[in-house]
């Protein structure tokens, strides 16, 4: 038996929208029925079951949060998705606090839409999608806080299966900000040294001449301000785990300690001439690319190799952005809870905002944001106006990109290596805004008349590109 065609019901007082939206929606291949005022919209939604849902919040007799109301009085599994060309953030808060789906800004893509559209008639009401969603966190948390289920962190789970129950040193390389702790906790945890200590020190931030005192301990005396003896970490972690993070930041004289731990198990505190012998696991992190360090003579040879038995490559933020709704999600949750706050969903177009951005800082700086935005916000829905974007208004840019001279829009011998026309594009309209809001001080409708453009296109495609000027 074939699967039922969604019915969705348009809901505009705009004729021409209508006829595009009824023209574009059949196409897809839903049943489309419209409405050119609100009350004719609430009685079919009185007579008629609708899957979906889509209203103008401003209609020529009463506004569209009247149609969102009986819509989901008659039918709570009813998706509604409001759009509007006016829509304040205030309105849009009352949409989805009286249970829109999402909320959209006229004029609008229509890629985007559809996609919105279809994702809303399969996940059907607001709470289903978070109770899938749920179901997905839960499914995913594959180990410990690591969440996440892009192709590329699924091997990696695989590979800490593997390395786990090993005595093998351990390198995990990527750049900053990617988890790699999570990851070298994960390790400990799945292997036998489990119920032993995991300990941790991150090299590049103790001082050169504290750190040989940090590994190894001291005794008393050894130097000044050695009031007692103190136990290295090494020695606190025996039969557990030591993770050194930043590896690639120790010196010279650390290094020759280190690699004879290394080899024999045993060290030296500082100021002692007895041996002590321990059984750690060593796993060690760097966001360097340490074959460069030892080449270019910074980083022993022997110990690069004694620490790099297996290494697991950390993929960027930018490499798995199939992760970043399920991130985003994790972490309103997470933050909303420990600030008592009850905010449970993110807007798409809020998701679209986020994965539009390259996120150099990874999983870290999208927590940190996630964080701020839970802190200021004060709906229980996150939308584009609640993130705080200031890093986000930047342009995404190529190496060769350059600024000042405006060179390299156009570089068509480029294509041969394979290009983004999307990103080229993006550019190139950025950079004529940002130029005509120049021109303008900032005067939006004086800027769009510079581009010979409506006052509406113009304000969809700040909104969009995330200008604010």
């Not at 829109?100 to 559809?114: I, M």
């Not at 559209?117 to 966190?137: F, G, N, R, Y």
């Not at 504290?210 to 005396?221: A, P, Q, T, V």
């Not at 080899?263 to 696991?281: H, L, T, W």
Request: hydrophobic share 40%; with cysteine; net charge negative.
């Amino acid at each position: 038996m074939p699967d039922k065609i969604p019915h969705i019901l348009v809901a505009d007082d705009e004729l021409s929208m209508r006829e595009l939206l009824e023209f574009m929606l059949e196409k897809e291949g839903y049943k489309v029925s419209s409405a050119e005022n609100g009350r004719t919209a609430v009685s079919m939604i009185e007579k008629e079951k609708f899957d979906l849902v889509l209203c103008d919040i401003r209609l020529g007799d009463i506004v569209g949060i009247e149609v969102l109301k009986a819509a989901k009085k008659k039918n709570p599994e009813t998706v509604v998705i409001m759009i509007s060309a006016y829509a304040s953030t205030e309105i849009a808060v009352e949409a989805m606090n009286a249970g829109a789906y999402d909320y959209v800004p006229k004029p609008f893509d229509n890629d985007e839409l559809k996609q919105t559209i279809a994702k809303a008639l399969k996940l059907k009401t607001v709470s289903h999608e978070k109770q899938i969603l749920d179901d997905e966190l839960k499914k995913h948390l594959h180990f410990g806080r690591i969440v996440g289920n892009d192709p590329k962190m699924l091997e990696i789970y695989e590979m800490i299966k593997q390395v786990a129950a090993t005595k093998t040193n351990i390198l995990i390389t990527g750049e900053s900000g990617t988890g790699k702790e999570l990851i070298a906790q994960s390790i400990h945890e799945q292997s036998d040294r489990r119920d032993e200590p995991f300990v941790a020190i991150n090299c590049g931030s103790i001082p050169e001449t504290l750190l040989e005192s940090e590994l190894f301990g001291h005794k008393k005396g050894a130097f000044t301000g050695a009031v007692s003896d103190k136990k290295g970490l090494f020695e606190t972690a025996d039969k557990g785990t030591v993770f050194l993070d930043e590896i690639g930041e120790i010196t010279a004289q650390v290094q020759v300690k280190l690699l004879r731990s290394l080899q024999e198990m045993v060290f030296k505190p500082v100021g002692d001439n007895k041996d002590i012998k321990v059984n750690v696991r060593i796993i060690s992190a760097t966001n360097k690319n340490l074959e460069a360090e030892v080449i270019a003579g910074h980083f022993r040879e022997d110990l690069f190799y004694r620490l790099k038995v297996i290494e697991i490559r950390l993929p960027s933020l930018r490499e798995r952005k199939s992760d970043l709704p399920i991130l985003a999600q994790h972490f309103l949750e997470k933050y909303s809870k420990e600030m008592g706050k009850e905010m449970t969903k993110i807007s798409s177009y809020a998701i679209n905002l986020l994965q539009k951005y390259d996120f150099p800082g990874n999983i870290r700086e999208l927590e940190n944001l996630m964080e701020r935005s839970v802190a200021l916000s004060n709906t229980n829905i996150l939308l584009p106006d609640s993130l705080t974007l200031a890093v986000h208004k930047r342009a995404r840019k190529s190496p060769e990109w350059d600024d000042e001279n405006n060179k390299n829009w156009v570089d068509l011998d480029a294509v041969v290596n394979g290009v983004s026309l999307d990103d080229i594009l993006e550019r190139i309209e950025r950079a004529y805004i940002n130029r005509a809001l120049g021109l303008t001080d900032g005067h939006k409708k004086n800027a769009a008349e510079l581009l010979g453009m409506n006052f509406r296109s113009f304000r969809y495609r700040l909104n969009k590109l995330g200008i604010e000027k």
